[in-house]
Protein backbone atom coordinates (compact mmCIF):
# COMPACT_ATOMS: atom_id res chain seq x y z
CA UNK A 1 0.00 0.00 0.00
CA UNK A 2 0.85 3.65 -0.60
CA UNK A 3 -0.08 6.82 0.88
CA UNK A 4 0.34 10.35 -0.53
CA UNK A 5 0.24 13.41 1.37
CA UNK A 6 0.11 16.37 -0.32
CA UNK A 7 0.50 20.00 0.87
CA UNK A 8 0.35 23.65 -0.30
CA UNK A 9 -2.43 24.69 -2.58
CA UNK A 10 -5.00 27.91 -1.82
CA UNK A 11 -5.74 31.27 -2.87
CA UNK A 12 -3.51 33.38 -5.45
CA UNK A 13 -4.26 36.33 -7.86
CA UNK A 14 -3.60 36.10 -11.13
CA UNK A 15 -0.33 35.98 -11.93
CA UNK A 16 0.88 35.11 -8.73
CA UNK A 17 2.66 31.75 -7.67
CA UNK A 18 2.09 28.41 -5.45
CA UNK A 19 4.02 25.42 -5.00
CA UNK A 20 2.50 21.81 -4.15
CA UNK A 21 4.12 19.25 -2.80
CA UNK A 22 3.22 15.52 -2.44
CA UNK A 23 5.16 12.93 -0.37
CA UNK A 24 4.57 8.96 -1.42
CA UNK A 25 4.93 6.41 2.02
CA UNK A 26 4.57 2.92 2.68
CA UNK A 27 5.71 -0.58 1.08
CA UNK A 28 7.83 1.43 -1.53
CA UNK A 29 10.85 -0.63 -2.75
CA UNK A 30 13.40 1.10 -4.44
CA UNK A 31 12.66 1.45 -8.00
CA UNK A 32 9.27 0.04 -7.59
CA UNK A 33 7.14 3.27 -8.46
CA UNK A 34 6.87 3.92 -12.42
CA UNK A 35 5.47 7.31 -12.41
CA UNK A 36 4.40 10.61 -10.29
CA UNK A 37 2.55 13.51 -11.48
CA UNK A 38 -0.20 15.86 -10.85
CA UNK A 39 -3.70 15.84 -11.99
CA UNK A 40 -6.39 18.11 -11.55
CA UNK A 41 -10.39 18.22 -11.94
CA UNK A 42 -13.17 20.83 -12.33
CA UNK A 43 -16.57 20.52 -11.77
CA UNK A 44 -18.30 18.62 -14.42
CA UNK A 45 -15.34 17.73 -15.78
CA UNK A 46 -12.60 14.71 -16.51
CA UNK A 47 -9.67 14.77 -14.16
CA UNK A 48 -6.64 15.73 -16.55
CA UNK A 49 -3.04 15.30 -15.96
CA UNK A 50 -1.45 18.55 -15.40
CA UNK A 51 2.59 16.84 -15.45
CA UNK A 52 4.23 14.28 -15.07
CA UNK A 53 7.67 12.30 -14.77
CA UNK A 54 7.77 8.73 -15.42
CA UNK A 55 10.56 6.79 -13.53
CA UNK A 56 14.13 7.67 -15.52
CA UNK A 57 12.41 9.91 -18.06
CA UNK A 58 11.51 13.46 -18.88
CA UNK A 59 9.03 15.90 -17.28
CA UNK A 60 5.92 15.64 -19.32
CA UNK A 61 3.47 18.90 -19.51
CA UNK A 62 -0.05 19.48 -20.52
CA UNK A 63 0.28 22.15 -22.98
CA UNK A 64 -1.96 24.73 -21.27
CA UNK A 65 0.83 24.90 -18.53
CA UNK A 66 4.08 25.07 -20.28
CA UNK A 67 6.23 27.36 -19.75
CA UNK A 68 4.71 28.57 -16.76
CA UNK A 69 5.21 25.43 -14.73
CA UNK A 70 7.79 23.05 -13.07
CA UNK A 71 7.43 19.33 -11.73
CA UNK A 72 10.52 17.66 -9.91
CA UNK A 73 10.79 14.68 -8.04
CA UNK A 74 12.89 13.59 -5.40
CA UNK A 75 13.49 9.57 -6.16
CA UNK A 76 15.38 9.32 -3.00
CA UNK A 77 12.94 10.87 -0.69
CA UNK A 78 9.38 10.01 -2.78
CA UNK A 79 8.04 13.17 -3.45
CA UNK A 80 6.57 15.41 -5.84
CA UNK A 81 6.75 19.05 -6.04
CA UNK A 82 4.72 21.06 -8.93
CA UNK A 83 6.13 24.73 -9.02
CA UNK A 84 3.18 26.96 -10.59
CA UNK A 85 4.16 30.93 -11.56
CA UNK A 86 1.95 32.61 -13.79
CA UNK A 87 -1.60 31.79 -12.56
CA UNK A 88 -4.10 32.36 -14.43
CA UNK A 89 -8.14 32.12 -13.37
CA UNK A 90 -8.18 28.80 -15.66
CA UNK A 91 -5.89 27.38 -13.27
CA UNK A 92 -8.37 27.21 -10.59
CA UNK A 93 -9.28 23.37 -9.83
CA UNK A 94 -8.90 20.61 -7.32
CA UNK A 95 -5.17 19.08 -7.42
CA UNK A 96 -4.29 15.91 -6.82
CA UNK A 97 -0.94 14.06 -6.50
CA UNK A 98 -0.46 10.65 -8.90
CA UNK A 99 2.22 7.87 -7.98
CA UNK A 100 1.70 4.57 -10.04
CA UNK A 101 3.55 1.78 -7.94
CA UNK A 102 4.01 -1.25 -9.80
CA UNK A 103 1.59 -0.12 -12.09
CA UNK A 104 -1.64 0.49 -9.82
CA UNK A 105 -2.67 4.15 -9.28
CA UNK A 106 -2.44 5.62 -6.19
CA UNK A 107 -4.46 9.10 -5.56
CA UNK A 108 -3.89 11.78 -3.36
CA UNK A 109 -6.94 13.61 -1.42
CA UNK A 110 -6.34 16.29 -3.65
CA UNK A 111 -6.10 20.00 -3.04
CA UNK A 112 -7.57 22.93 -4.09
CA UNK A 113 -5.98 25.73 -6.01
CA UNK A 114 -7.86 28.87 -6.34
CA UNK A 115 -6.57 31.81 -8.82
CA UNK A 116 -8.91 35.16 -8.39
CA UNK A 117 -8.48 37.56 -11.42
Known amino acids: QVQLVESGGGLVQAGGSLRLSCAAS??????????MGWFRETPGKQRDLVARIESGRSANYADSVKGRFTISRDYAKNTIDLQMNSLKAEDTAVYYC?????????WGQGTQVTVSS
Open 26 to 35: GTIASGSINA
Open 98 to 106: NVVHRYFNY
